[in-house]
């Protein structure tokens, strides 16, 4: 099924859900005037669904591949690459200064919703590489800048982000990449590293590997760790000592080429440092971040493809008869109500990710751009605390939209012709990699809710309370979803008071359930927000968003109180769990 680029919604959610029309009214998108988001986003959508959607298909079944030592994209990659390069879409965040566009998060968010919407597995590899462009602009020397950003901004070359080791997932600190000065201000880099999206592939020359590596006598944990740059091609041309050896074979994107890479095979692959000696694990997180939203876009995106093509199928798919049905013969599937249930469940999950996504992405432009010192840290912090939301909540549901888009399609959704399971494939990952969900939300309790004494959560409290009590106000048919909604703010706030007084272990317990509570909070409260827009717009609101909103508010966020009782309670018997689960008392 063909993807259509739905520019017009998401430059409605940018607008009212995230801040857009704020933003410009205040002057803080001056780049952004003059209609410029909409023109940028119709080219970005025309991208997505000419250039990029077409392969979606033929990467997933003929994926990349290493023969003899090299690897080769699927094909029409290195085609599709070209067009990129000419678009000069590796650009649109990054300075100008290095020859990007130097535009907002916010419209970069936008964009990458509907890449990964398109073609996944291909997003990827510029997905890493705008990652790798912010950790040089902030933490890169001018020498490194100067030789390196300006052909990834251009996109003639791609990078990557070199962390995980056999022994090292989550925790990095178990590192054991090695880095040692050559005594000319480079260093000779020595590891393995698994699992390295775009490591090695054949739509560039050169590939710019940000690489983790612990210098001799560095500290032991996570403060010993540094980063530095390896290039694939030295820049006097010679190969670097640094190699793909195998590729995964995996449950999806097998359009990405997922690497074994192995340096120093040969006396160390050449390096340089980025930012200070032990502080690499600072350099990545910047990295890690933008990547976060990224992924976090990547649920969004899949979400957004796999309701489209479940409707369409649900449209054309005749079976039994609907109690609407008029008649003869049998009844499009759309009118059964538990077919519409499950649509209405993939569009509105998918819309509240999409919100919370591009908050996440406006607080960054905020951060970026607001004079006001103090402002600008509320809007980090806001930053900090949205990301964690972000990444797992959008990529959990991204599984879930498509698990309900095969359960849409029947017996086609399970065999692979309509492509129902390849979304489902796809997704699956973004919840596992640039920090599993469960790491994402252990950073969201005991990280983020501390934040300015827990003024950023409370700001983000009194936020939801502001949309709800303007819905309260707007009339009728908004009550029930005010009330819906402030149950849902009432149960994460008493939440927040709980796990502020809980003890590691049971905060530990809580942290998934309290993450997807606050989603269901933030998530509908956005959608109120765009209902709320919607009806002054045109009270006749040809775009259902006031349906929608409802049935979030009255379907999805009634779920709260069973995570609230998850959170307050329920911890006892995760932490209790030994002879049910049938292990020792005593962990090994
Ligand atoms: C297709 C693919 C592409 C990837 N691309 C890259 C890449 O480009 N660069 C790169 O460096 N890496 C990459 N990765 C690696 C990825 O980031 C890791 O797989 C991920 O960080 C998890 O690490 P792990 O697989 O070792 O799982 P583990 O860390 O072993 O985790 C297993 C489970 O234990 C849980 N867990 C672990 N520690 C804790 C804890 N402290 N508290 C609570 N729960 C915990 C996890 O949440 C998870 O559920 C990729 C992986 C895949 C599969």
């Not at 890449?115 to 912010?134: E, K, R, S, V």
């Not at 509240?352 to 970026?368: G, K, N, Q």
């Not at 709800?468 to 908004?478: E, L």
Request: glycine content about 12%; some cysteine.
């Amino acid at each position: 099924m063909t993807f259509r680029a739905p520019v017009d919604d998401l430059l409605f959610v940018m607008t009212h859900g995230a801040g857009l029309g704020k933003g410009l009214a205040e002057g803080l998108y001056p780049d952004l005037d003059d209609g410029m988001a909409a023109a940028l986003l119709g080219e970005a959508g025309k991208f997505a669904e000419s250039v990029l959607a077409p392969l979606n298909r033929g990467g997933d079944k003929e994926g990349a591949r290493l023969e003899n030592g090299v690897v080769m994209t699927s094909p029409g990659w290195i085609e599709a690459y070209g067009r990129w390069r000419e678009g000069g879409w590796n650009g649109v965040c990054a300075p100008v200064e290095h020859g990007g566009m130097g535009l907002p998060h916010l419209l970069q968010a936008a964009c990458l919703d509907m890449w990964n919407a398109a073609n996944m597995a291909f997003t990827l590899a510029p997905l890493l590489t705008f990652g790798a462009i912010d950790a040089l602009v902030e933490h890169g020397s001018p020498e490194l800048q100067e030789r390196w950003l300006g052909k990834l901004v251009s996109g003639e070359w791609t990078a990557t982000m070199n962390l995980t080791e056999p022994q090292a997932g989550s925790d990095l600190a178990a590192l054991r990449a090695r880095a040692e000065p050559a005594g000319d201000g480079t260093y000779r880099i020595f590891g393995q590293k698994i699992y390295i999206t775009y490591g090695d592939h054949d739509m560039t020359d050169n590939i710019v590997h940000l690489v983790l590596a612990r210098l001799p006598d560095a500290p032991a944990g996570t403060r010993g760790i540094s980063l530095f740059l390896a290039p694939k091609i030295l820049p006097d041309g010679a190969r670097n000592d640094l190699r793909c050896t195998a590729l995964e074979h995996k449950m999806g994107i097998h359009g990405s080429p997922t690497a074994s890479m192995s340096f120093g095979d040969h006396g160390g692959a050449v390096g340089w440092l980025v930012g200070e000696e032990n502080r690499g694990l600072a350099c990545m997180f910047t990295m890690m971040n933008a990547a976060r939203l990224a992924v976090a876009l990547q649920g969004v995106g899949i979400g957004e493809r796999a309701f489209q093509q479940a409707l369409a199928f649900a449209v054309e798919r005749k079976q039994g008869r609907s109690a609407r049905h008029r008649g003869a013969g049998m009844s499009p599937i759309v009118h059964h109500p538990d077919v519409r249930r499950m649509l209405m469940t993939m569009k509105a999950l998918t819309q509240a990710a999409r919100v919370i996504c591009y908050m996440t992405a406006e607080s960054l432009d905020r951060a970026h751009r607001l004079e006001d010192a103090q402002a600008r840290q509320a809007a980090s912090e806001r930053a900090g605390l949205l990301t964690p939301l972000a990444k797992a909540f959008a990529t959990d549901i991204g599984s879930e939209v498509a698990s309900l888009g095969v359960q849409v399609h029947g017996g086609m959704g399970y065999v692979e012709e309509t492509g129902a399971a390849q979304h489902l494939r796809d997704a699956r990952i973004a919840a596992i990699y640039e920090g599993t969900n469960g790491i994402q939300a252990m950073d969201l309790v005991t990280r983020k809710l501390g934040l300015s004494g827990g003024a950023a959560m409370r700001r983000e409290i009194a936020d939801m309370r502001g949309v709800i009590a303007a819905a309260r106000a707007a009339g009728a048919d908004f009550a029930p979803m005010a009330a819906r909604l402030g149950e849902a703010v009432d149960a994460l706030e008493r939440s927040v008071a709980v796990l502020g007084a809980a003890s590691p272990e049971a905060a530990g317990a809580g942290a998934t359930p309290f993450l997807r509570l606050f989603a269901l909070a933030r998530g509908g409260a956005g959608l109120a927000a765009l209902a709320l827009a919607a009806r002054q717009e045109d009270p006749a609101d040809p775009a259902g968003r006031v349906a929608l909103a409802q049935f979030f508010a009255q379907n999805l966020a009634p779920g709260s109180a069973a995570l609230e009782t998850a959170i307050v309670q329920g911890y006892e018997s995760v932490l209790n769990s030994d002879a049910a689960l049938g292990i020792s008392q005593t962990f090994p």
